[in-house]
């Protein structure tokens, strides 16, 4: 298995994890080592706004994908409340890699959507 060196770039951290599930499943031994693990990112009302209209979903859709409710995205959205640490790293990874996002489950969005 190759090391990953993570740097702030969440795609490595995701082929990094992705290793270590293959290597479990195959039964080797994983190595310890130490993770850079950037600061969480501020996320403004305007940025929230354009990571779901990237992703062309409502804010209901985008709450679900996101695992929270839509009065918390419009209270994001509309600068009343910010995100937490654990919702800005699904932020993050929602706009750097928003096919992640998009994978989660797909009947959601078609479902949500649709009405």
Same mark, same amino acid.
């Given at each position: 298995?190759?090391?990953? &060196?993570?740097?702030?770039?969440?795609?490595?951290?995701?082929?990094?994890?992705?290793?270590?599930?293959?290597?479990?499943?195959?039964?080797?031994?994983?190595?310890?080592?130490?993770?850079?693990?950037?600061?969480?990112?501020?996320?403004?009302?305007?940025?929230?706004?354009?990571?779901?209209?990237?992703?062309?979903?409502?804010? $209901? $859709?985008?709450?679900?994908?996101?695992?929270?409710?839509?009065?918390?995205?419009?209270?994001?959205?509309?600068?009343?409340? $910010?995100?937490?640490?654990?919702?800005? &790293?699904?932020?993050?990874?929602?706009?750097?890699?928003?096919?992640?996002?998009?994978?989660?489950?797909?009947?959601?969005?078609?479902?949500?959507?649709?009405?």
């Amino acid at each position: 298995m190759r090391r990953a &060196r993570v740097n702030n770039d969440m795609s490595e951290v995701l082929v990094a994890a992705e290793e270590g599930l293959q290597a479990l499943r195959s039964g080797k031994k994983l190595k310890r080592g130490l993770l850079e693990i950037p600061d969480r990112p501020g996320f403004t009302p305007q940025r929230i706004t354009q990571i779901r209209n990237r992703l062309g979903v409502s804010q $209901t $859709t985008f709450a679900h994908l996101l695992g929270t409710s839509p009065s918390r995205v419009r209270a994001w959205e509309h600068g009343m409340q $910010t995100p937490s640490g654990l919702a800005s &790293r699904i932020l993050e990874i929602a706009e750097r890699e928003p096919e992640v996002l998009m994978r989660t489950d797909r009947r959601v969005v078609g479902l949500l959507d649709s009405k």
